[in-house]
């Protein structure tokens, strides 16, 4: 049982157009977040909701949206892709950030190339 | 930016083992030590973590310096499964993970 999935596992498109990536977890936690790793292999905090509400944003662009249906999905959404948006992007669930202990189970990323 | 520095890449002889330090001077009174590693063209998956005390699993052992401004991953025998990086991540209340380079662990037959 895939305890993080996410789709697709690849895109491919064009400038411009708008497109979304999904991502379940199956774990019950209460806290998801969304990461991107560009072609430096630098791995980078987007978003992190908890219980649906989203509370860090990273100074991400607006063109960004995540938006969380229910505690178990977080989908993000992107609108008038760039080239610079080419990256993997990865979803991750935990439980709380009560503590700095919770540990992060990570997707298989979605490996987005913008052409 | 990072708040540990690793060294950018490690090589063992599998079999042996690997020692993968990571130092983090600045580290706080209540920030975890958390290890993670990156297999090829996949997620990150937790390895390890830890407070002030030394802690072991199946997976890996981990060693705390007594001032807490470093700390080692060790693995006991390395496998080609091994090769990966290897992301040493302060964790403390409500923050989010910082994740540095990391160290590309290659392990040789």
């Known amino acids: 049982d895939t305890a993080v999935s996410q789709t697709p596992k690849y895109l491919v498109t064009q400038m411009g157009n708008d497109k979304s990536i999904k991502c379940e977890q199956n774990?019950?936690?209460?806290?998801m977040y969304w990461y991107k790793q560009d072609s430096k292999k630098f791995l980078k905090i987007m978003f992190s909701y908890n219980n649906k509400e989203l509370i860090i944003n990273e100074t991400v662009p607006n063109r960004f949206s995540p938006k969380s249906p229910d505690k178990a999905h977080l989908n993000l959404h992107i609108n008038s892709l760039e080239l610079g948006d080419s990256a993997v992007y990865f979803c991750a669930s935990s439980r709380p950030l009560l503590a700095g202990q919770e540990t992060q189970y990570f997707g298989p990323g979605t490996r987005l190339l913008v052409l | 930016d990072a708040k540990t520095t690793q060294p950018n890449s490690m090589e063992s002889n599998e079999e042996e083992p690997v020692h993968l330090p990571c130092n983090h001077s600045?580290?706080?009174?209540?920030?975890?030590i958390h290890w993670y590693r990156q297999l090829p063209s996949q997620g990150p998956e937790y390895v390890i973590h830890?407070?002030?005390s030394n802690v072991n699993n199946r997976m890996a052992s981990l060693a705390i310096a007594e001032d807490r401004k470093s700390s080692t991953l060790i693995l006991h025998r390395a496998t080609l499964r091994d090769a990966a990086v290897y992301y040493c991540?302060?964790?403390?209340?409500?923050?989010?993970?910082?994740f540095g380079p990391g160290t590309r662990l290659s392990v040789l037959p």
């Open positions: 774990l019950g936690h209460d806290t």
């Open positions: 830890g407070l002030t």
């Open positions: 991540i302060l964790g403390d209340y409500g923050q989010n993970f910082v």
């Open positions: 600045t580290i706080s009174g209540t920030d975890y």
